[in-house]
């Protein structure tokens, strides 16, 4: 295999830690698409998996992995009168507000990434604007050379289109990228791209659900730099 050139990140529950970023969220969407119905925010969290009692995810959640038009098709059903582009635009604009919380400290993690050469990326199945908010309001926007989301033209994952798509505006081989996710999408989606595959905890999902698909599953992406170091002795 080559050697690697190039990281490649998910977003939720990679750079930011899963449920410290997203239950607020999703609390703030539900009640917002309910307009201040108890009952109706209850049944929108049952449609995506999300229970409102606990502010925490079901593991089959698709609000943790999936694209945004597809949890609005599971929210639309209960909303009346509103029209699938108008949710997904709903969706977006307040997916660019969210209060991020960084898995680890990022600045200086993407510095020492870069003080190596590597090649960096975003792949997520958020939308592309929001990810860029995002990324900028983290202050590491400048620090990536691809960014992708659902709506880029690539594709979303678990398809493996927009990984090689970074590969390709990397000039690097599909081999000689590492795919960081916290989802089996994530692990889906680098395994058919032909990349290595790397899962993180800070996600919803555990260890056990990413080892088949993972050639190392770490904490969290602070542990890259050493995981780079034993895989260049090992090689």
């Given at each position: 295999m080559d050697d690697i050139g190039g990281l490649l990140f998910d977003k939720d529950g990679t750079l930011f830690d899963?449920?410290?970023?997203?239950?607020?969220?999703?609390?703030r969407l539900l009640e917002d698409l309910a307009a201040g119905s108890p009952e109706r925010s209850e049944i929108l969290g049952r449609a995506v998996g999300f229970d409102l009692a606990t502010d925490s995810f079901l593991p089959d959640s698709p609000v943790i992995a999936h694209p945004v038009p597809e949890i609005a098709a599971l929210l639309l059903p209960h909303l009346p009168g509103?029209?699938?582009g108008r949710l997904v635009d709903h969706m977006n604009a307040l997916s660019a507000t969210a209060t991020l919380v960084p898995a680890t400290p990022l600045p200086p993690l993407f510095d020492a990434l870069r003080a190596?050469?590597?090649?960096?990326?975003?792949?997520t199945n958020d939308g592309e604007a929001p990810a860029l908010a995002h990324l900028r309001s983290a202050g590491?926007?400048?620090?990536?050379?691809?960014?992708?989301?659902?709506?880029?033209?690539?594709?979303?994952?678990?398809?493996?289109?927009?990984?090689?798509?970074?590969?390709e505006a990397a000039g690097l081989r599909p081999s000689g990228v590492a795919m960081i996710g916290d989802s089996r999408h994530d692990l889906l989606?680098?395994?058919?791209?032909?990349?290595?595959?790397?899962g993180v905890l800070t996600g919803v999902a555990g260890a056990e659900a990413l080892a088949d698909l993972a050639d190392v599953v770490l904490p969290d992406i602070g542990h890259l730099p050493d995981w780079l170091d034993r895989n260049a002795r090992s090689g």
């Open positions: 899963f449920r410290a970023t997203w239950a607020a969220w999703s609390r509103m029209e699938m190596r050469g590597l090649k960096i990326g975003l792949v590491i926007l400048d620090r990536f050379d691809f960014v992708a989301g659902f709506d880029s033209g690539h594709g979303a994952k678990p398809e493996p289109g927009p990984l090689l798509a970074f590969a989606a680098g395994r058919a791209a032909g990349m290595r595959t790397v």
